[in-house]
């Protein structure tokens, strides 16, 4: 079993629809979980992170992470064509262990 | 905003060339590593320094080295590039912290092709 799991999609949907991403990942040990959005040709920017469980919201964009499950889910609410990218999701144990683990990431279109 | 900058954004390199690309962060981290990305395969960390003339090998190392002299610039050398190592290439940074969680920042990343 992989580490992180993350379909690789892609996902096609219209503008103003809503977007759900999501990550399964069978370490019982991460704590911190991020998405990144990555553009055609560019490096991944961070767009959220989480530590535990629980729900993030910014703006449009809401994480939701159930460590009971092994969960993690990345909503977004009325989306744009500009939202149109590669989401990865990433996971760590903090603290001083420096590595992520990655999702391979799921490309999203969004339709005008 | 931190700003992790790699030099070079499309390289055409011959085979067997020694290859150097070049990142610098502005934002006083302590950790940088180096990525490749490919279709399929998605980010492999090919080495990380946590601190100056540190270093430690990712998942795949071999045919790279590193240098990292000063706190703000972290080097990936290609010693004899190949085919098989044309590729996207990202540098990054991070903050080691409870609090961040090691939330790392990418550059824009590096194309580089092996002819």
């Known amino acids: 079993q992989k580490e992180v799991e993350q379909d690789p999609g892609p996902l096609s949907v219209p503008e103003g629809a809503i977007v759900s991403l999501n990550c399964t990942y069978s370490?019982?040990?991460?704590?911190?979980f991020m998405w990144y959005r990555q553009y055609s040709r560019k490096g991944p920017e961070l767009l959220m992170y989480?530590?535990?469980?629980g729900n993030k919201e910014d703006g449009r964009f809401t994480a939701q992470v159930d460590k009971s499950s092994k969960y993690i889910s990345l909503f977004i609410r009325d989306s744009q064509p500009s939202d149109s990218a590669t989401y990865l999701c990433?996971?760590?144990?903090?603290?001083?262990?420096?590595?992520?683990?990655f999702g391979k990431g799921t490309l999203l279109t969004v339709n005008p | 905003d931190v700003k992790v900058t790699q030099s070079s954004r499309y390289l055409v390199k011959r085979t067997g060339e020694k290859v150097f690309l070049e990142c610098v962060q502005d934002?006083?981290?302590?950790?940088m590593f180096w990525y490749r990305q490919d279709p399929g395969l998605g980010l492999r960390l090919i080495y990380f320094?946590?601190?100056?003339?540190?270093?430690e090998k990712g998942d795949i190392p071999e045919g790279y080295s590193v240098s990292r002299e000063k706190k703000e610039r972290f080097s990936l050398i290609l010693e004899s590039a190949s085919t098989n190592q044309t590729s996207m290439y990202l540098c990054?940074?991070?903050?080691?912290?409870?609090?961040?969680?090691?939330?790392?920042?990418f550059g824009e990343g590096s194309w580089l092709t092996v002819v």
């Open positions: 990054a940074s991070s903050l080691i912290g409870r609090i961040s969680g090691n939330t790392i920042y």
């Open positions: 990433a996971m760590s144990r903090g603290g001083s262990n420096y590595k992520l683990t």
């Open positions: 989480t530590y535990s469980s």
């Open positions: 320094s946590y601190d100056v003339k540190m270093k």
């Open positions: 370490n019982s040990a991460f704590q911190y």
């Open positions: 934002m006083d981290h302590e950790n």
